[in-house]
C-alpha cells in the first residue's frame, strides 16, 4: 500500500527558505501514470495548491507561489521535495504532500496523502 | 483564478439524516469538481473524484453530481464517522482551487 511522509524542518525564519521531502513507500514513484504534488493548510483554514511534478521533471505551479518555488524528484530516494523562498508569516501551514492520477479525462485530484507537517515561519 | 464556494458553511445533523453539501465554481468547470472529507489533525481523505465517480474503498452512501458551475456532494444516511469537514476542489484550470469547506457536526 502506497504511502507518503512529509519530513523538514518545524520552524523556520522569515526571509528564508522552506525546504520539504516526501518519502514515497510502498511503490515506485518513477511511474509514468501519477504526479506527485504539495497542498498546504493555514492553521483554521481552507487548503491551497501549491504544485505538481512528474517523476520526469516536468512541473506546475501555483501562479501565486511559482516565483518562490521549486520542486525536484529524486528517483533513487523514492523522494520528491518542495523549497519555498523567502518565507513569510504568511506561509506558517500544514504542508501536505500528495499523489496525483494523471488523468486527461477525469481531471487532477489528489487520492494519497501524507499525514502532513506543520510548519512555522517565525524569528 | 476559479473560485470554490460551499453551502452552508457548517451544518449540524443526526445519524441516520441524509446530508447535502453544495459547491459552486465561478465559471465552467465542466466535471473537473473533486470532493475530499478532512478530519481534525488529518490529511484529506478523497471521496469523490471527477464530480460523481466514487473512489474505490469509499462507502456508498457518498454520491456526487453536477457538472458546469453547480455541484453536490451527497451523504445518505449519516454515519458516526461522517462527522468532518468537507471540501470541494476544482482541476479544470490552473491554479486548482479549493472551497473554503463544510463542517458537518452533531445536532
Known amino acids: 500500500q502506497l504511502q507518503l511522509q512529509e519530513s523538514g524542518p518545524g520552524l523556520v525564519k522569515p526571509s528564508e527558505t522552506l525546504s520539504l521531502t516526501c518519502d514515497v513507500s510502498?511503490?515506485?514513484?518513477?511511474?509514468?501514470?501519477?504526479?506527485w504534488g504539495w497542498v498546504r493548510q493555514p492553521p483554521g483554514k481552507s487548503l491551497e495548491w501549491i504544485g505538481n511534478i512528474h517523476y520526469s521533471g516536468g512541473t506546475s505551479y501555483n501562479p501565486a507561489l511559482k516565483s518562490r518555488v521549486t520542486m525536484s524528484v529524486d528517483t533513487s530516494k523514492n523522494q520528491f521535495s518542495l523549497k519555498l523562498s523567502s518565507v513569510t508569516a504568511a506561509d506558517t501551514a500544514i504542508y501536505f504532500c500528495a499523489r496525483l492520477p494523471d488523468s486527461t479525462i477525469f481531471g487532477d485530484w489528489f487520492d494519497i496523502w501524507g499525514q502532513g507537517t506543520m510548519v512555522s515561519v517565525s524569528s | 483564478d476559479v473560485q470554490m464556494t460551499q453551502s452552508p458553511s457548517s451544518l449540524s445533523a443526526s445519524v441516520g439524516d441524509r446530508v447535502t453539501i453544495s459547491c459552486r465554481s465561478s465559471?465552467?468547470?465542466?466535471?473537473?469538481l473533486h470532493w475530499y472529507q478532512q478530519k481534525p489533525g488529518k490529511a484529506p481523505k478523497l471521496l469523490i473524484y471527477?464530480?460523481?465517480r466514487l473512489e474505490s474503498g469509499v462507502p456508498s452512501r457518498f454520491s456526487g453530481s453536477g457538472s458546469g458551475t453547480d455541484f453536490t456532494l451527497t451523504i445518505s444516511g449519516l454515519q458516526p464517522e461522517d462527522f468532518a469537514t468537507y471540501y470541494c476542489q476544482q482541476s479544470y484550470k490552473n491554479p486548482f482551487t479549493f472551497g473554503p469547506g463544510t463542517k458537518v457536526d452533531i445536532k
Open positions: 510502498g511503490g515506485s514513484i518513477s511511474t509514468t501514470n501519477f504526479y
Open positions: 471527477s464530480a460523481s
Open positions: 465559471q465552467n468547470i465542466e466535471k473537473y
